[in-house]
């Protein structure tokens, strides 16, 4: 007999318990907020290559998310053309099933586009890369995965807007 009433009560105790409360419902794990804090340009790009150009100690705000997925802001001065050099020089995986050995010029419009497709508290930790004057920039890009490199560089100065932001 115990047995009899035991099975209709695991049952309702299963069905009771796989429906979540609404509020819940609403919140997935994408949903979740960044966590956002300090980084080094050398936690992305070995030493030794960013010592010729004297970027060893350039700071600037990561923005990771609960996926893995994350994205650096560095803001500094560099020779343009060193730059583009060393970033085409960086080493990639062989299992790479895209990368670029060179950087290329895309329109600066493109990324202006992109910033979009950021998140918000993304966006307001890197106002100073999404918010730039189209015509005072020359846009970059770089695939060496897993990593994305974007620049924008200041046609008129030695600035650099560089964005890194995780491919996988």
């Known amino acids: 007999?115990?047995?009899?009433?035991?099975?209709?009560?695991?049952?309702?105790?299963?069905?009771?318990?796989?429906?979540?409360?609404?509020?819940?419902?609403?919140?997935?794990?994408?949903?979740?907020?960044?966590?956002?804090?300090?980084?080094?340009?050398?936690?992305?790009?070995?030493?030794?290559?960013?010592?010729?150009?004297?970027?060893?100690?350039?700071?600037?705000?990561?923005?990771?998310?609960?996926?893995g997925q994350y994205a650096c802001y560095?803001?500094?001065q560099a020779d343009p053309g060193q730059l583009l050099q060393m970033l085409s020089n960086l080493p990639f995986p062989r299992y790479a099933h895209a990368a670029d050995t060179t950087c290329y010029a895309i329109p600066v419009e493109d990324i202006i586009a992109q910033k979009n497709l950021v998140r918000t508290a993304e966006y307001e930790a890197s106002t100073t890369f999404w918010d730039v004057d189209a015509k005072e920039y020359t846009a970059y890009t770089c695939l060496k995965p897993p990593l994305r490199h974007t620049l924008l560089v200041n046609n008129r100065s030695r600035q650099v807007l560089h964005r890194i932001e995780s491919t996988i």
């Open 74 to 76: 560095f803001e500094y």
């Open 1 to 67: 007999m115990k047995k009899l009433l035991a099975l209709p009560l695991l049952a309702l105790f299963a069905v009771a318990g796989c429906n979540k409360p609404a509020h819940l419902k609403a919140l997935t794990v994408s949903d979740a907020p960044p966590a956002i804090f300090d980084t080094s340009l050398d936690d992305s790009i070995d030493t030794k290559y960013l010592r010729p150009l004297a970027l060893e100690n350039v700071i600037g705000t990561q923005i990771k998310y609960t996926t």
